[in-house]
């Protein structure tokens, strides 16, 4: 089955200085994942447009799917659509639809259009904006050598209401697919212990991805959570490809006496 | 003021696929960041030898120090240093100090050294071991072409202790600063409306970072974080370098009226 790549590059110096913790990352992540999408990289960059090209290049190349966010604000180091325009060889032009929305934002407040304002309705030639529900700067979505390029705002809130809006619009990209995740907690047994047998259960499901988390200490108080991600068509064939497996570890495990 | 530029590589497709967040990147980028280092990068990859070999290279290629977390445990999809040591044109050897850290771990529960077990004591060739002092796989510390490749366990509380003892094993590279960052909170103004206040402000200190960081809605009630980071060589000099910005920027909203 054809799953598309999907790239995510969050932009912030605030992320590479450590200042937040990048649940952005994570949350678009997840919404690709469950619709279908192989996340490849996850990729955080300051506001520097040579390296946002750069990247923005580099993922072009290797992804179906690219998600950004951060850098669509008012301010000057809000860089992230003059970084696609320059790396799609676009230009960076006034979207008249983007502008009302700005606008509207605004107005409701009898605020004018100032520059800084104004800047946020700029987007990279042939991009559709993408209305932010909750905020001013509206997102872009634009497809370019073959890449669907979405762009967000880095407030976590307002990317969150507008990241299935953006999805939404290129629902066609992502496979008639089910995913389903099946978790057990595994207590008392050292990681490095359940490690063969984890192996020998995951050849049950061959396409699953299976994976460990230690959670206590390795021998103290050893608790493992084992979680199995699968996908299918159907819904009833995902979970029961991660059961499968789960059920061949709980034998594996009552075999080890455990 | 040279300042080392560092890359921070988190590997593990529990990140790719949003399962868990991200907090190691963000741990670490503060740790470099106040040490005096340039956090140029932070890239989240999957357990694949490839992906890992690409970034670890391109990594290589562009930073002083290159920290990365995960893939340094005993299952099979743990390969962070197989894929370091073939990034390196190195080989993965049985490090006898590193073998004796994983027996004396194991053997205080009198449990004997596994196949799985033994595994964590491979590093590339030339790498020095970096003792857990909470679970049972060292983390590496290798010299390749010119970059300090630090490789430390994904579980938190395990890269978290030993990160400090890796740091200071390199400390002659990090230069002598002091990191200091001010902040401020304004409520009731724009972010839009802050933006060229802020942009006139920074200029007292063009060396430092500044940055709005919108916590309210944009319009109804805006609350603006700003915060100043500043280096210089004394600590009092940071500090006054900062202040400077504050302060400016205290004056600026006055004669706005706020």
């Known amino acids: 089955m054809y799953r598309p790549r999907a790239w995510i590059i969050t932009i912030g110096y605030e992320l590479l200085i450590g200042r937040i913790v990048n649940t952005n990352a994570s949350h678009i992540a997840r919404e690709l994942t469950l619709r279908g999408a192989i996340v490849d990289r996850i990729i955080d960059v300051g506001d520097s447009i040579d ?22 604000g008012p301010t000057d180091d809000d860089k992230t659509l003059e970084a696609i ?13 983007a502008l009302r929305m700005v606008n509207e934002f ?12 104004v800047k946020m309705a700029y987007l990279p030639a042939g991009a559709i904006p993408i209305p932010n529900p909750v905020g001013a700067a509206p997102g ?13 705002p880095g407030v976590p809130r307002e990317m969150e209401a507008m990241l299935p809006l953006a999805l939404d ?7 008639e697919i089910c995913i389903r995740e099946l978790g057990k907690e595994i207590k008392g047994i050292p990681e ?17 991805y299976v994976k460990s988390h230690p959670k206590g200490h390795e021998l103290e108080k ?16 995902a979970e029961r490809k991660a059961r499968l497996v789960l059920e061949e570890l709980d034998r594996l495990l ?4 455990k």
């Open 51 to 72: 390296d946002i090209v750069n990247e923005v290049r580099r993922g072009i190349s290797r992804a179906d799917i690219l998600v950004t966010t951060g850098g669509l």
């Open 85 to 97: 325009a320059a790396a799609t060889n676009r230009a960076l032009v006034l979207n008249e639809k």
């Open 106 to 117: 605004y107005s409701r407040k009898q605020l004018q259009l100032t520059r800084e304002r």
């Open 140 to 152: 872009s979505l634009l497809f370019a050598d073959g890449t669907y390029i979405i762009s967000l």
């Open 169 to 175: 619009k290129i629902q066609h990209v992502f496979p």
């Open 192 to 208: 490095s212990s359940l490690a063969p047998l984890l192996r020998r259960a995951s050849k049950k499901c061959p396409d699953c």
């Open 222 to 237: 050893p608790i493992i959570d084992v979680k199995v991600l699968a996908s299918a068509e159907k819904c009833e064939e």
């Open 254 to 257: 009552a075999g080890a006496g």
